[in-house]
């Protein structure tokens, strides 16, 4: 499955941003959709995951109450509604995809297939 991410630009504190992962030579059925982020000279940083068939979706400490994660079915994507954006929000966005247990959500070396990214700014 090739998997493409959009919907990022510039926006200011307190803002708010809808992210889409659209997934195309394939379907999403049986995987885990993960968002990562990576800040310049940062490492990447698990954002939330979840089951494409639903279930409780991980979410890192740091976005808990603002992202959401949400599931389209007839557009088939996976998209991430950010609320309450902060400057420290600010990365390229990724999504992936896994077939991991829930205990390997949060690492990115359990995804093996990727997104481009999308660019999210968060300044005034």
């Known amino acids: 499955v090739q998997l493409q991410a959009s919907g990022g630009g510039l926006v200011q504190p307190g803002g708010s941003l809808r992210l889409s992962c659209a997934a195309s030579?394939?379907?999403?059925?049986?995987?885990?959709i993960g968002w990562f982020r990576q800040a310049p000279g940062k490492e990447r940083e698990f954002v939330v995951a979840?089951?494409?068939?639903?279930?409780?979706?991980v979410y890192a400490d740091s976005v808990k109450g603002r992202f959401t994660i949400s599931k389209d079915r007839i557009k088939r994507t996976v998209n991430l509604q950010m609320n309450s954006l902060k400057p420290e929000d600010t990365a390229v966005y990724y999504c992936?995809?896994?077939?991991?247990?829930?205990?390997?959500?949060?690492?990115?070396?359990?995804?093996?297939?990727w997104g481009q990214g999308t660019l999210v700014t968060v300044s005034s």
């Open positions: 979840d089951r494409w068939t639903g279930g409780s979706a």
């Open positions: 030579e394939g379907t999403f059925n049986n995987y885990v």
């Open positions: 992936a995809t896994s077939r991991g247990p829930t205990s390997t959500w949060r690492q990115p070396r359990s995804y093996n297939n």
